[in-house]
């Protein structure tokens, strides 16, 4: 199994500004992804991060709002651009087992913007 | 290319069964099943891969239709500790998973 520390926890942040979600695995991954979880909701597909090559994002996230660093294979950051209360919300990320059997998340950032 | 997922919310008795449904509109590599409690990260169940092939995991189990593109999760004798959000994840070969529209489950006494 995978650990993952993920942080902050939570934020409250003023809107306009931009908040960086910090990811660590215990382990080397070929990707890490990050989810978005608005209240109630099911978790959207942000993108996948991998190391050495520019993340690739799902429909309706961009890289200009969510930009994604991975400077090496245990570790990975989500900055949250320019913030509105839309963009309030829970952001995970997540990797794979070696054989991509089973998805491992980290606790969440739960983000609220003011 | 969001799996759906039915029915979208569930109550049921200690001791009742209950399946949960997952479709999806693109052709799938495999399927996952999670669990998710409030305020936690999402648990893996149990993963199934294209063939057909049914898994169990104690008294939960699951299906998978590949030429349907549908599986099912089925819970049976129903304990209080089930209770929560059951996500499908979809892949379609890209090595990314998507997750289906939840089924919120809810066991009482």
């Known amino acids: 199994s995978a650990v993952i520390s993920q942080k902050p926890s939570r934020d409250i942040c003023q809107r306009g500004t931009s908040l960086t979600i910090q990811c660590q695995v215990d382990?080397?991954?070929?990707?890490m992804f990050w989810y978005r979880q608005q209240p109630g909701q099911s978790l959207t597909l942000i993108a996948t991060a991998n190391q050495g090559s520019e993340a690739t994002y799902e429909s309706g996230f961009v890289i200009d709002k969510f930009p994604i660093s991975r400077p090496n294979l245990t570790f990975s950051t989500l900055t949250v651009s320019n913030m509105s209360p839309e963009d309030s919300s829970i952001y995970l990320c997540?990797?794979?087992?070696?054989?991509?059997?089973?998805?491992?998340f980290g606790q969440g950032t739960r983000l609220t913007v003011v | 290319q969001q799996p759906v997922q039915s029915p979208q919310a569930v109550i049921l008795r200690e001791g009742e069964d209950a399946v949960i449904n997952c479709s999806s509109s693109k052709a799938l590599y495999s399927v996952h099943w999670y669990r998710q409690k409030h305020g936690e990260a999402p648990v893996f169940l149990m993963i199934?891969?294209?063939?057909?092939e049914q898994k169990g995991h104690e008294k939960i189990s699951a299906s998978f239709n590949e030429k349907k593109q549908q599986s099912s999760l089925y819970l049976t004798a129903s304990q209080l500790s089930y209770s929560g959000t059951y996500f499908c994840g979809t892949e379609t070969g890209a090595n990314n998973l998507f997750f289906g529209t939840g089924t919120r489950l809810t066991v009482i006494p």
């Open positions: 199934l891969l294209k063939g057909g």
């Open positions: 997540s990797v794979f087992s070696p054989m991509n059997t089973e998805a491992f």
């Open positions: 382990s080397q991954v070929t990707m």
